[in-house]
């Protein structure tokens, strides 16, 4: 416990000097503490968006799964850098080019107030849910880590403390520059900690020989491929309609840069879960009467102290990282989309910046409530993560197709995804297809071109549009 201690220690006081530094580039205009002044260089866009996308989920939740299923759940976090592949290669540009802050901002420049507001309400509402798992993984880690100081609750009441108060002082800077450290810490301490714990456990061939029977090192038969494909498609909806994650590219020096980054980012990315997936497999073997939500930490225990300290810290890092982005932008929604548009126009700076200071601290009390009622990781965020679809026809669409877009689709799109999900959840009669993601995209494609043809309201392609329409054609060019 005392090197724990001293390891987690350590990291808390480095992450907030790192805040302190960063917190003079964020003073000024509100846009330096949301958008880094839109200065991020490509270094700082890659661990931006590998922060993001490689949290909670992507190792407990992964290792909680292998536990279950066997090293295939590796694919989850393979799937979010796929995901942002596609981003770079599509739509990343795009978002840069069209110089807004948020998505409910380009839903009210092409569409109307309903769609921002109804987009206000779904970002929000996800971006809450994900914040949320990265509160439960935290408590799990400090609560392994340190068990002499952290249940579970205390572990995420820590987490709380962390996250906050990192967004707090420095904001997006704050979380670029973090993650320099923190993606770092955590690629160095799950990879060494895999190799250790492979050679503890008497190789590859032992491993597979000693695993049970539901367990298995077999690349797909664990989740299945329908499991797999359906990751892929929630996360690639995901990395082209989150606030999140446009945010990021939204805070990038230019368009190239915004490209470079999430590409490279999820090449990185590709590996990485197959790393925890193995943790979680060699857990099933050595320990199989645990909690699966404990595999990962369990696992990461019984190695050397200073090592178990130093990966379960870089896990906590993860944590961090993947929190910070998503706590900005829910504070950014809040006080861009809804505070500045409908309650004070006319707010001045300071205020605009203290709004969203405020915002974060609040949002970041209310994920907390949330978390203590989670359970299940990966499938909970699945389910959340669904209301995505109708982001990305609405994107996907306006971009290529704006002449086929109503000025009223938007809204009715975020609506039927609302209730397809809600009818999901409450009926099953309605599961006719694998995942909520397939109906999703069925039924929000339709509405939305349904809307187009029986309301007649065309929405106007200004300069912004048009270039970051010629920006995607060019790429779909050169990458044919």
Same mark, same amino acid.
């Given at each position: 416990?005392?090197?724990?201690?001293?390891?987690?220690?350590?990291?808390?006081?480095?992450?907030?000097?790192?805040?302190?530094?960063?917190?003079?580039?964020?003073?000024?205009?509100?846009?330096?503490?949301?958008?880094?002044?839109?200065?991020?260089?490509?270094?700082?866009?890659?661990?931006?968006?590998?922060?993001?996308?490689?949290?909670?989920?992507?190792?407990? =939740?992964?290792?909680?799964?292998?536990?279950?299923?066997?090293?295939?759940?590796?694919?989850?976090?393979?799937?979010?850098?796929?995901?942002?592949?596609?981003?770079?290669?599509?739509?990343?540009?795009?978002?840069?080019?069209?110089?807004?802050?948020?998505?409910?901002?380009?839903?009210?420049?092409?569409?109307?107030?309903? =769609?921002?507001?109804?987009?206000?309400?779904?970002?929000?509402?996800?971006?809450?849910?994900?914040?949320?798992?990265?509160?439960?993984?935290?408590?799990?880690?400090?609560?392994?880590?340190?068990?002499?100081?952290?249940?579970?609750?205390?572990?995420?009441?820590?987490?709380?403390?962390?996250?906050?108060?990192?967004?707090?002082?420095?904001?997006?800077?704050?979380?670029?520059?973090?993650?320099?450290?923190?993606?770092?810490?955590?690629?160095?301490?799950?990879?060494?900690?895999?190799? !250790?714990?492979?050679?503890?456990?008497?190789?590859?061939?032992?491993?597979?020989?000693?695993?049970?029977?539901?367990?298995?090192?077999?690349?797909?038969?664990?989740?299945?491929?329908?499991?797999?494909?359906?990751?892929?498609?929630?996360?690639?909806?995901?990395?082209?309609?989150?606030?999140?994650?446009?945010?990021?590219?939204?805070?990038?020096?230019?368009?190239?840069?915004?490209?470079?980054?999430?590409?490279?980012?999820?090449?990185?990315?590709?590996?990485? =879960?197959?790393?925890?997936?193995?943790?979680?497999?060699?857990?099933?073997?050595?320990?199989?009467?645990?909690?699966?939500?404990?595999?990962?930490?369990?696992?990461?225990?019984?190695?050397?102290?200073?090592?178990?300290?130093?990966?379960?810290?870089?896990?906590?890092?993860?944590?961090?990282?993947?929190?910070?982005?998503?706590?900005?932008?829910?504070?950014?929604?809040?006080?861009?989309?809804?505070?500045?548009?409908?309650?004070?126009?006319?707010?001045?700076?300071?205020?605009?910046?203290?709004?969203?200071?405020?915002?974060?601290?609040?949002?970041?009390?209310?994920?907390?409530?949330?978390?203590?009622? !989670?359970?299940? !990781?990966?499938?909970?965020?699945?389910?959340?993560?669904?209301?995505?679809?109708?982001?990305?026809?609405?994107?996907?669409? #306006?971009?290529?197709?704006?002449?086929?877009?109503?000025?009223?689709?938007?809204?009715? #799109?975020?609506?039927?995804?609302?209730?397809?999900?809600?009818?999901?959840?409450?009926?099953?009669?309605?599961?006719?297809?694998?995942?909520?993601?397939?109906?999703?995209?069925?039924?929000?494609?339709?509405?939305?071109?349904?809307?187009?043809?029986?309301?007649?309201?065309?929405?106007?392609?200004?300069?912004?549009?048009?270039?970051?329409?010629?920006?995607?054609?060019?790429?779909?060019?050169?990458?044919?």
């Amino acid at each position: 416990m005392n090197s724990s201690a001293i390891i987690v220690g350590v990291y808390i006081c480095v992450i907030f000097l790192i805040s302190w530094y960063a917190k003079r580039r964020a003073a000024g205009k509100t846009e330096n503490y949301i958008l880094a002044g839109r200065k991020l260089t490509t270094p700082l866009i890659m661990v931006s968006i590998v922060g993001l996308a490689v949290g909670g989920a992507s190792t407990i =939740g992964v290792a909680e799964q292998a536990y279950k299923a066997g090293i295939s759940a590796g694919w989850y976090t393979s799937a979010w850098g796929i995901g942002a592949i596609v981003m770079g290669l599509t739509v990343a540009k795009k978002y840069r080019r069209l110089n807004i802050t948020t998505i409910p901002e380009m839903l009210e420049r092409y569409y109307d107030t309903k =769609g921002m507001a109804a987009g206000i309400f779904c970002q929000i509402l996800v971006q809450l849910v994900i914040m949320s798992m990265q509160y439960v993984a935290g408590g799990t880690i400090l609560a392994a880590l340190m068990p002499e100081l952290f249940t579970p609750f205390t572990g995420m009441l820590m987490s709380a403390i962390v996250f906050i108060g990192v967004t707090l002082i420095g904001g997006m800077w704050s979380a670029s520059i973090s993650n320099l450290l923190n993606v770092t810490l955590k690629y160095a301490g799950i990879i060494m900690a895999a190799f !250790i714990a492979v050679r503890m456990a008497g190789g590859m061939e032992q491993i597979q020989v000693q695993l049970p029977e539901a367990h298995g090192l077999d690349l797909v038969a664990g989740v299945g491929p329908m499991t797999i494909i359906t990751w892929i498609v929630v996360l690639v909806t995901v990395n082209i309609s989150l606030q999140s994650i446009i945010q990021i590219s939204l805070g990038a020096k230019n368009v190239h840069i915004a490209r470079k980054g999430f590409i490279i980012g999820g090449l990185i990315m590709l590996p990485i =879960g197959f790393v925890s997936a193995l943790l979680g497999v060699i857990a099933a073997e050595m320990y199989p009467h645990i909690s699966a939500t404990l595999a990962l930490p369990k696992m990461i225990m019984s190695l050397n102290p200073w090592l178990a300290g130093i990966t379960l810290a870089a896990l906590w890092a993860a944590d961090v990282s993947c929190a910070c982005n998503l706590l900005l932008s829910s504070a950014t929604l809040y006080s861009h989309d809804i505070h500045k548009r409908f309650i004070n126009k006319n707010m001045s700076e300071k205020s605009y910046m203290r709004v969203t200071r405020a915002s974060v601290f609040f949002f970041g009390l209310l994920t907390l409530g949330f978390a203590i009622t !989670i359970s299940g !990781i990966i499938s909970t965020l699945m389910a959340g993560l669904s209301l995505m679809a109708a982001f990305s026809v609405i994107v996907l669409m #306006t971009l290529y197709a704006p002449k086929l877009c109503s000025r009223e689709s938007a809204f009715y #799109t975020i609506i039927a995804s609302i209730i397809v999900l809600i009818a999901w959840m409450m009926f099953p009669s309605v599961r006719i297809l694998p995942h909520v993601i397939y109906m999703e995209w069925i039924v929000c494609g339709g509405v939305f071109l349904g809307t187009s043809a029986l309301v007649r309201n065309p929405i106007k392609e200004d300069e912004n549009l048009r270039f970051a329409k010629e920006d995607v054609m060019d790429t779909v060019s050169a990458n044919h």
